[in-house]
């Protein structure tokens, strides 16, 4: 079973900042299929990035994801109030369990 | 526009078993792609139950593979969680969603559609 580790815990940050968050996997994934969601309190998760690097839809271009191997970013820039939430990743390696990260929450500071 | 909706029961007594089911609409459960389910225990990560696709090819999270049976009714267009021998760790919301769909040719390695989840408390 492939573990994420997700780092920070969480990210204190004011609207239009960068916010960098990490994911790190405990072996290679394969064919780097790592996904990103957004929850927002109350809510649903949302796809964010899938395939590491691909917006899913609908969603603006001041998010992006890019990484190989063990080590994956995902990147929000000029962070919008809609932005402040907790994010996961997801792998899709080679064999389930498809396993979530534990969650990087991004607060307004 | 493809939507889900989770249904069961909102309390489950320990040692019983939960059972929740996923309506599908916008699209049919036939497609090629998998349908998921997905819990989040209060406060905390979500965490894979498992997928099934039409076919009735299932994976499971080997955590809880051995209470765990997901289940397809094509007649009816929607798919079908069984969790047995429940306890409070299995408190959560539970949601379901598609994954891997094959959108434009291209198959998205993620969950695009997500219900907007169920809470399930097992009580003592």
């Known amino acids: 079973e492939i573990v994420l580790t997700q780092s920070p815990g969480t990210l204190s940050l004011s609207p239009g900042e960068v916010a960098t968050l990490s994911c790190r996997a405990s072996?290679?994934?394969?064919?780097?299929?790592l996904a990103w969601y957004q929850q927002r309190p109350g809510q649903a998760p949302r796809l964010v990035i899938h395939s590491t690097s691909n917006r899913a839809a609908g969603i603006p271009d001041r998010f992006s994801g890019s990484g190989s191997g063990t080590d994956f970013t995902l990147t929000i820039i000029r962070l919008e109030p809609e932005d402040f939430a907790v994010y996961y990743c997801?792998?899709?390696?080679?064999?389930?369990?498809?396993?979530f990260g534990q969650g990087t929450k991004v607060e307004i500071k | 526009q493809v939507q889900l909706q989770e249904s069961g029961p909102g309390l489950v007594k320990a040692s019983g078993t939960l059972s929740l089911t996923c309506g599908v609409s916008?699209?049919?459960?036939?497609?090629?792609?998998?349908w998921s389910w997905v819990r989040q225990p209060p406060g905390k990560a979500l965490e894979w139950i498992g997928e099934?696709?039409?076919?009735?090819?299932?994976n499971y999270n080997p955590s809880l593979k051995s209470r765990v049976i997901i289940s397809v009714d094509k007649s009816k267009n929607q798919f079908s969680l069984n969790l047995r021998s429940v306890t409070a760790a299995d408190t959560a919301v539970y949601y379901c969603a598609r994954a891997d769909p094959t959108i434009s040719g291209v198959i998205i390695y993620g969950m695009d559609v997500w219900g907007q989840g169920t809470t399930v408390t097992v009580s003592s």
């Open positions: 099934i696709m039409h076919t009735g090819a299932t």
């Open positions: 072996q290679r994934i394969s064919n780097s299929y």
């Open positions: 997801q792998q899709y390696g080679s064999s389930p369990p498809w396993t």
């Open positions: 916008g699209a049919s459960i036939s497609s090629n792609n998998w």
